[in-house]
């Protein structure tokens, strides 16, 4: 009998892990600033509320003009489409969308290219840029 109460005890003082919060939706965790690290480069990715973002060489250059690329970005679960409308892959008739595979978290954003003609922007594929803010 002591054995059972000892053990209905020790049940009952069992912790349970905590439980975790949900992860935010990719729309609200894909807003902030980004960089990749060397040996990949330095190159920086600011992405708005508001759909649109801001590319350019590291994170200190994202304040000045002129950037790398402008434009804007639509979100759909986990794939992302940048279209560019100043800078990079707009010059002489350019491909200026550009669509990923993302895997994004608090930590960073990892990209996997789906469909993209624009060379500079295609380096991006298969890279993991860090989250700075």
Request: with cysteine; net charge positive.
């Amino acid at each position: 009998m002591r054995r059972a109460v000892l053990a209905l005890v020790l049940l009952g003082c069992s912790s349970k892990p905590d439980a975790q919060p949900p992860k935010r939706p990719n729309n609200e965790l894909i807003v902030g600033t980004f960089e990749r690290h060397k040996p990949d480069g330095e190159t920086a990715i600011r992405f708005n509320g508001d759909g649109t973002f801001r590319e350019a060489k590291n994170k200190n250059d994202l304040e000045h003009t002129p950037h790398l690329a402008d434009g804007t970005y639509k979100l759909e679960g986990d794939q992302l489409t940048l279209s560019n409308d100043k800078g990079a892959c707009t010059e002489s008739g350019g491909e200026k969308t550009g669509t990923y595979k993302i895997v994004l978290s608090r930590i960073g954003i990892r990209f996997t290219k789906v469909d993209d003609s624009c060379q500079q922007r295609s380096r991006m594929d298969g890279q993991t840029w860090w989250r700075v803010q």
